[in-house]
């Protein structure tokens, strides 16, 4: 069964350091693969996606995240972090076809310290 | 364009009242899902539509009903509110193109006490 894990459930970064979000999945096609971040009280907004080709991905907001067949992972950077990235994190993955869901994993929220 | 939006945005119901939880998109997707997000549990899929008129059940489709007349709407509804349904409600969207990529909206926060 497809699945998604997300080690972290809370990370505090300082402001201006990197960071880095973690997240396995377990799918038996190539997966087709997502960011999505939440700010408090908000709905979810795409940050990055990959469904095919070079596996590092550029996102929004200065995001980027590659993809590791061998691995299974799909983690999330960000080379200096900002104060207004402090939020949840999910990252999901779907089976590349319309009309299905996407299986989403428990988040990550990231606090951001001055 | 408005992209997905959801009413209301918040809500208190008491055990068992019901109630229906709007969603419209105005990107003519022909794709709409409901999930519902539990603290530190992610988003679980209720109901989906493929277009209008067809609907199915996804993960946790219990206590839970969905209708798909046009494109642009989905509304779910609750008919015997519980406790266990106190959450928050994102509706999305996507299109037959999009590889999964889901457009989602600002969320319905449900409390049934």
């Known amino acids: 069964a497809q699945s998604v894990t997300q080690p972290d459930i809370h990370i505090t970064v300082s402001e201006g350091a990197s960071l880095e979000l973690r997240c396995n999945y377990s799918y038996g096609a190539t997966p087709y693969l997502f960011w999505y971040v939440q700010s408090p009280g908000q709905g979810l907004q795409l940050l990055l996606k990959y469904f095919s080709g070079d596996t590092l991905v550029q996102g929004i907001k200065g995001f980027e995240a590659e993809f590791k067949r061998s691995q299974s992972s799909f983690n999330l950077r960000k080379p200096s972090v900002h104060w207004s990235d402090a939020a949840e994190y999910f990252c999901?993955?779907?089976?590349?076809?319309?009309?299905?869901?996407?299986?989403f994993g428990k988040g990550t929220t990231l606090s951001v310290s001055s | 364009n408005a992209g997905v939006t959801q009413t209301p945005k918040f809500r208190i119901l008491k055990i068992g009242q019901s109630m229906t939880l709007q969603c419209t998109q105005d990107?003519?997707?022909?794709?709409m899902y409901w999930y519902r997000q539990d603290p530190g549990m992610g988003l679980k899929l209720i109901y989906y539509s493929v277009g209008a008129g067809i609907t199915d059940k996804g993960e946790v489709p219990n206590g839970y009903n969905v209708s798909r007349s046009t494109t642009e709407d989905f509304p779910l509804r609750l008919e015997l509110a519980a406790p266990s349904q106190t959450s928050v409600y994102f509706c999305?969207?996507?299109?037959?193109?999009?590889?999964?990529?889901?457009?989602f909206g600002p969320g319905t926060r449900l409390t049934v006490l």
């Open positions: 990107m003519n997707h022909n794709y």
């Open positions: 999305a969207s996507s299109d037959w193109d999009r590889n999964n990529e889901q457009f």
């Open positions: 999901a993955v779907g089976a590349g076809q319309a009309g299905t869901a996407l299986i």
